[in-house]
T-cell receptor, first 113, second 114 residues
């Protein structure tokens, strides 16, 4: 079955510094990869996705992610973090077997002023 | 605007009581999902439905029930058999193809046992 791993529970970064949230995946076939963000007491919001094409995907709020097939990774990045980026971030991969998304456990991002 | 509406936002349940969480979507999506979220445990799938009048158990279905009588609606009942129902519940939907945003989520219902 397809799966994703988000190895860090929490990522702390100073405001203005680059932000990276790591995600690795395991999938048979072509991966469909997604990043979502969740603010407290809210649902998940779509940030970006990779299905095919350029390995560097640009998304909402200045985020981007780089698809690396050889390393089976899809890390989320932002060049300059804002305090308002503090939230829970989820990586997800489409499970072709059941056509559902498999989610990682989430990464809490804390941006320190 | 199209989207998913979950209600109520906050819900309080007494011991031994059944409660029903509402989820309605106007996105014309075929599939709908219910997730439970507890601190530090990510999202756990309770039930999902890929078509009207059909649904399947997810990873933690015990103590929960669902129905899918209409494409737009996928209510979740938390029964008295669910011994630890306090959690944040999220409903989501998706279309058959994967050209959109994957899943669209509602804003959640926070259930608390009192």
């Amino acid at each position: 079955a397809q799966s994703v791993a988000q190895p860090e529970d929490q990522v702390n970064v100073a405001e203005g510094n680059p932000l990276t949230v790591k995600c690795t995946y395991s999938v048979s076939g072509n991966p469909y990869l997604f990043w979502y963000v969740q603010y407290p007491n809210r649902g998940l919001q779509f940030l970006l996705k990779y299905i095919t094409g350029d390995n560097l995907v640009k998304g909402s709020y200045g985020f981007e992610a780089e698809f690396n097939k050889s390393q089976t990774s899809f890390h989320l990045k932002k060049p300059s973090a804002l305090v308002s980026d503090s939230a829970l971030y989820f990586c997800a991969v489409r499970d072709g077997g059941n056509n559902r998304l498999a989610f990682g456990k989430g990464n809490q991002v804390v941006v320190i002023p | 605007d199209g989207g998913i509406t979950q209600s109520p936002k906050y819900l309080f349940r007494k011991e031994g009581q059944n409660v029903t969480l509402s989820c309605e979507q106007n996105l014309n999506h075929d599939a709908m999902y219910w997730y439970r979220q507890d601190p530090g445990q990510g999202l756990r799938l309770i039930y999902y439905s890929q078509i009207v009048n059909d649904f399947q158990k997810g990873d933690i279905a015990e103590g929960y029930s669902v129905s899918r009588e209409k494409k737009e609606s996928f209510p979740l009942t938390v029964t008295s058999a669910q011994k630890n129902p306090t959690a944040f519940y999220l409903c989501a939907s998706s279309s058959e193809g994967w050209k959109g945003n994957g899943y669209t989520f509602g804003s959640g219902t926070r259930l608390t046992v009192v």
